[in-house]
């Protein structure tokens, strides 16, 4: 059975922005379309991605957004940052570009890798947007700490920089958290509990509050005694027997308490 082959443009669309001369040789598999459309899913349904321009006359740097209108550009930025202030989004890409700036020079390609790693993170306001930045400042700084412990050559330098990636690793960590607790404030947390009740038993839902002797008084209290109460059969006065059974929690069987000295004279008066 004869299997027809991908065209060019399938060709093209599977190797996507990564061309090269043996383009025409290579027919990508089935593996490949999937993972190119879970990819153009992905790209989709995310915020267009921004790229910046960056010029130089040597004196100064001049950064800007690579959009044919200038008006539209700042507001893809604003977007990609969560933002709706321009000074903002405009004056954290500058931020952005000192981070990357070696010297006086400013790599377009730095540039618009951080940015990417900005907006990567979807940040949903301004706050976000700051930590977001940060973030993606520190983990080029861990990535340097990294690269320079790889290769350090005395014991000075190796304590040095394992001390900074430590430290690094453990920032970028932290604001993770941060950004994950900024998240989630004003989400309705529900918590369900599962209390058990033995046979025989019965369960309290609400505020239990007990006496403990002292003189506080419950407000919502009344002062006058219940129904139930009032109802009980008075104790009579006399004593029949000189001990009483008195159950005891957990066990079956009934331990005798006695009673006190006074009462067991009182119960040998009476007979």
Do not use: W
Not at 97 to 115: E, F, P, Q, S, Y
Not at 119 to 145: F, S, V, Y
Not at 180 to 192: A, D, F, L, M, P
Not at 213 to 241: F, I, K, T
């Amino acid at each position: 059975m004869s299997t027809k082959k991908p065209t060019k443009t399938a060709r093209r669309t599977a190797i996507a922005r990564h061309e090269t001369s043996t383009l025409d040789d290579y027919e990508p598999t089935k593996k490949d379309l999937e993972v190119v459309t879970a990819v153009a899913k992905r790209r989709n349904s995310a915020t267009p991605a921004v790229q910046c321009k960056v010029k130089s006359d040597g004196s100064s740097v001049e950064i800007g957004i690579d959009h044919p209108d200038i008006g539209m550009g700042r507001i893809l930025l604003m977007q990609a940052l969560g933002a709706a202030n321009d000074d903002f989004s405009y004056g954290l890409l500058i931020q952005l570009a000192n981070v990357v700036a070696k010297g006086r020079t400013v790599k377009v390609a730095d540039l618009d890798r951080i940015l990417a790693m900005v907006q990567g993170i979807a940040p949903r306001d301004e706050t976000e947007a700051m930590l977001a930045a940060q973030m993606a400042a520190i983990h080029n700084a861990t990535m340097t700490a990294a690269r320079r412990l790889n290769h350090v050559e005395t014991l000075t330098q190796q304590d040095s920089n394992s001390n900074m990636l430590n430290k690094l690793a453990r920032t970028f960590t932290n604001q993770v958290e941060a950004l994950k607790k900024y998240r989630s404030t004003g989400e309705q947390n529900i918590r369900v509990q599962h209390v058990n009740v033995s046979d025989g038993g019965q369960a309290i839902v609400g505020n239990v509050q007990t006496g403990g002797g002292g003189d506080h008084e419950n407000e919502e209290q009344s002062h006058e005694p219940s129904h139930a109460l009032a109802q009980r059969p008075a104790l009579p006065c006399d004593v029949q027997a000189n001990e009483t059974t008195m159950p005891s929690p957990g066990r079956k069987r009934e331990d005798r308490v006695p009673l006190p000295r006074r009462a067991r004279r009182s119960a040998k008066r009476q007979s």
